[in-house]
């Protein structure tokens, strides 16, 4: 069983950054792709980012791409969402996910099998 704690959300202003982070315990951290996903009031879980198993290889929504980067520390069984130039329309609950087969989807939230708590992004002035 693969524990996820998210941590760092908050208020910002439009054209600021936060760092989100998530926490990893039981299993075999490395085992797992880690995944970000957000949810925004009366809309769907949506994809933001992932990242494989080693961290060489990551994953963007088009609506972050450029804005957000992923990374992961498999040392310290962490993954982090950086969000910069965030805009009103990021404002979301955020939820760190893990999946362990490597093949399927990156992108569907059916893929992944833990979930964290979610912590809440608030982008607004």
């Known amino acids: 069983q693969v524990h996820l704690v998210e941590s760092g959300g908050g208020l910002v202003q439009p054209g600021g950054s936060l760092r989100l982070s998530c926490a990893a315990s039981?299993?075999?951290?490395?085992?797992?792709?880690m995944g970000w996903f957000r949810q925004a009031p009366g809309k769907e879980r949506e994809f933001v980012a992932a990242?494989?198993?080693?961290?060489?290889?990551?994953y963007y929504a088009d609506s972050v791409k450029d804005r957000f980067t992923i990374s992961r520390d498999n040392a310290e069984n962490t993954v982090d969402l950086q969000m910069n130039s965030l805009k009103p329309e990021d404002t979301a609950v955020y939820y760190c996910a893990s999946k362990r087969d490597p093949y399927s989807s990156k992108t569907y939230y059916s893929s992944y099998d833990y979930w964290g708590q979610g912590t809440q992004v608030t982008v607004s002035s």
């Open positions: 990242i494989n198993r080693s961290g060489g290889r990551t």
């Open positions: 039981g299993g075999t951290f490395s085992d797992y792709t």
